[in-house]
């Protein structure tokens, strides 16, 4: 079956430090995979997306994933935390060959002063 | 290119009423995604339309439903409301032509039923 894992519901930074949002998939193919940010009250802006190019992915506001197939994972990271990076972070799978898209259950960032 | 727009933003309705919420995509995209989000459930698929076919269906009851007109544009709605229908409900749009499957959210309609 497929499914995504996010493996923390939360994580606090402090303003400056670095960024660690944990993801975990099971696919059965190569698939797409997706980081989106979710600000108080908004929809999911796209953060990046990985579709089987390179698999260190940039994406904007400074934030980044590595696609590691041996590990099944796409952490998302950053190296220094701002205050307005605190919001709810989802990562997504979309099988190969399917139009399903797969949803984790968010994790909250907390950035400390 | 404008975003994608959902209307209303807000809405408030009272149980066993009916609702219908519209989503325009993004110019040129012809799949739109549906999507309901609660605290306790999280994001939750309710159906995919893809030039006015549903293509995927989440596991909702048949209160949900939706549809695709000729311009991409789509509607769900929901019948006989229950309480435990207040919830944000978000619409994406993805151009899913030729390998460009991206979603982009729009920012959703948040609809309390009392």
């Known amino acids: 079956a497929q499914s995504v894992t996010q493996l923390d519901s939360h994580v606090s930074v402090s303003e400056g430090t670095p960024v660690l949002l944990r993801c975990n998939y099971s696919s059965s193919y190569s698939p797409s995979l997706f980081w989106y940010v979710q600000h108080p009250n908004k929809g999911l802006q796209l953060l990046l997306k990985y579709t089987s190019a390179a698999t260190l992915v940039k994406g904007i506001n400074g934030f980044e994933a590595e696609f590691k197939k041996s590990e099944t994972s796409f952490h998302l990271t950053k190296p220094s935390a701002h205050m307005s990076d605190a919001a709810e972070y989802f990562c997504?799978?979309?099988?190969?060959?399917?139009?399903?898209?797969?949803f984790g259950t968010g994790t909250r960032l907390k950035v400390l002063a | 290119k404008a975003g994608v727009t959902q209307t209303p933003r807000y809405l408030i309705k009272t149980r066993g009423q009916q609702v219908t919420l519209s989503c325009s995509p993004i110019s040129g995209h012809r799949s739109v995604s549906w999507y309901q989000q609660t605290p306790g459930q999280g994001l939750q698929f309710l159906f995919e339309y893809f030039s006015e076919t549903q293509r995927n269906k989440g596991n909702f009851p048949g209160r949900f439903s939706g549809r695709q007109f000729s311009n991409s544009r789509s509607e769900m709605n929901v019948s006989t409301l229950e309480l435990g229908d207040s919830a944000l409900y978000l619409c994406?749009?993805?151009?899913?032509?030729?390998?460009?499957?991206?979603?982009?959210f729009g920012p959703g309609t948040r609809l309390l039923v009392l």
């Open positions: 997504v799978v979309r099988p190969a060959g399917t139009y399903k898209y797969i």
């Open positions: 994406a749009s993805s151009l899913d032509v030729g390998g460009e499957e991206t979603q982009y």
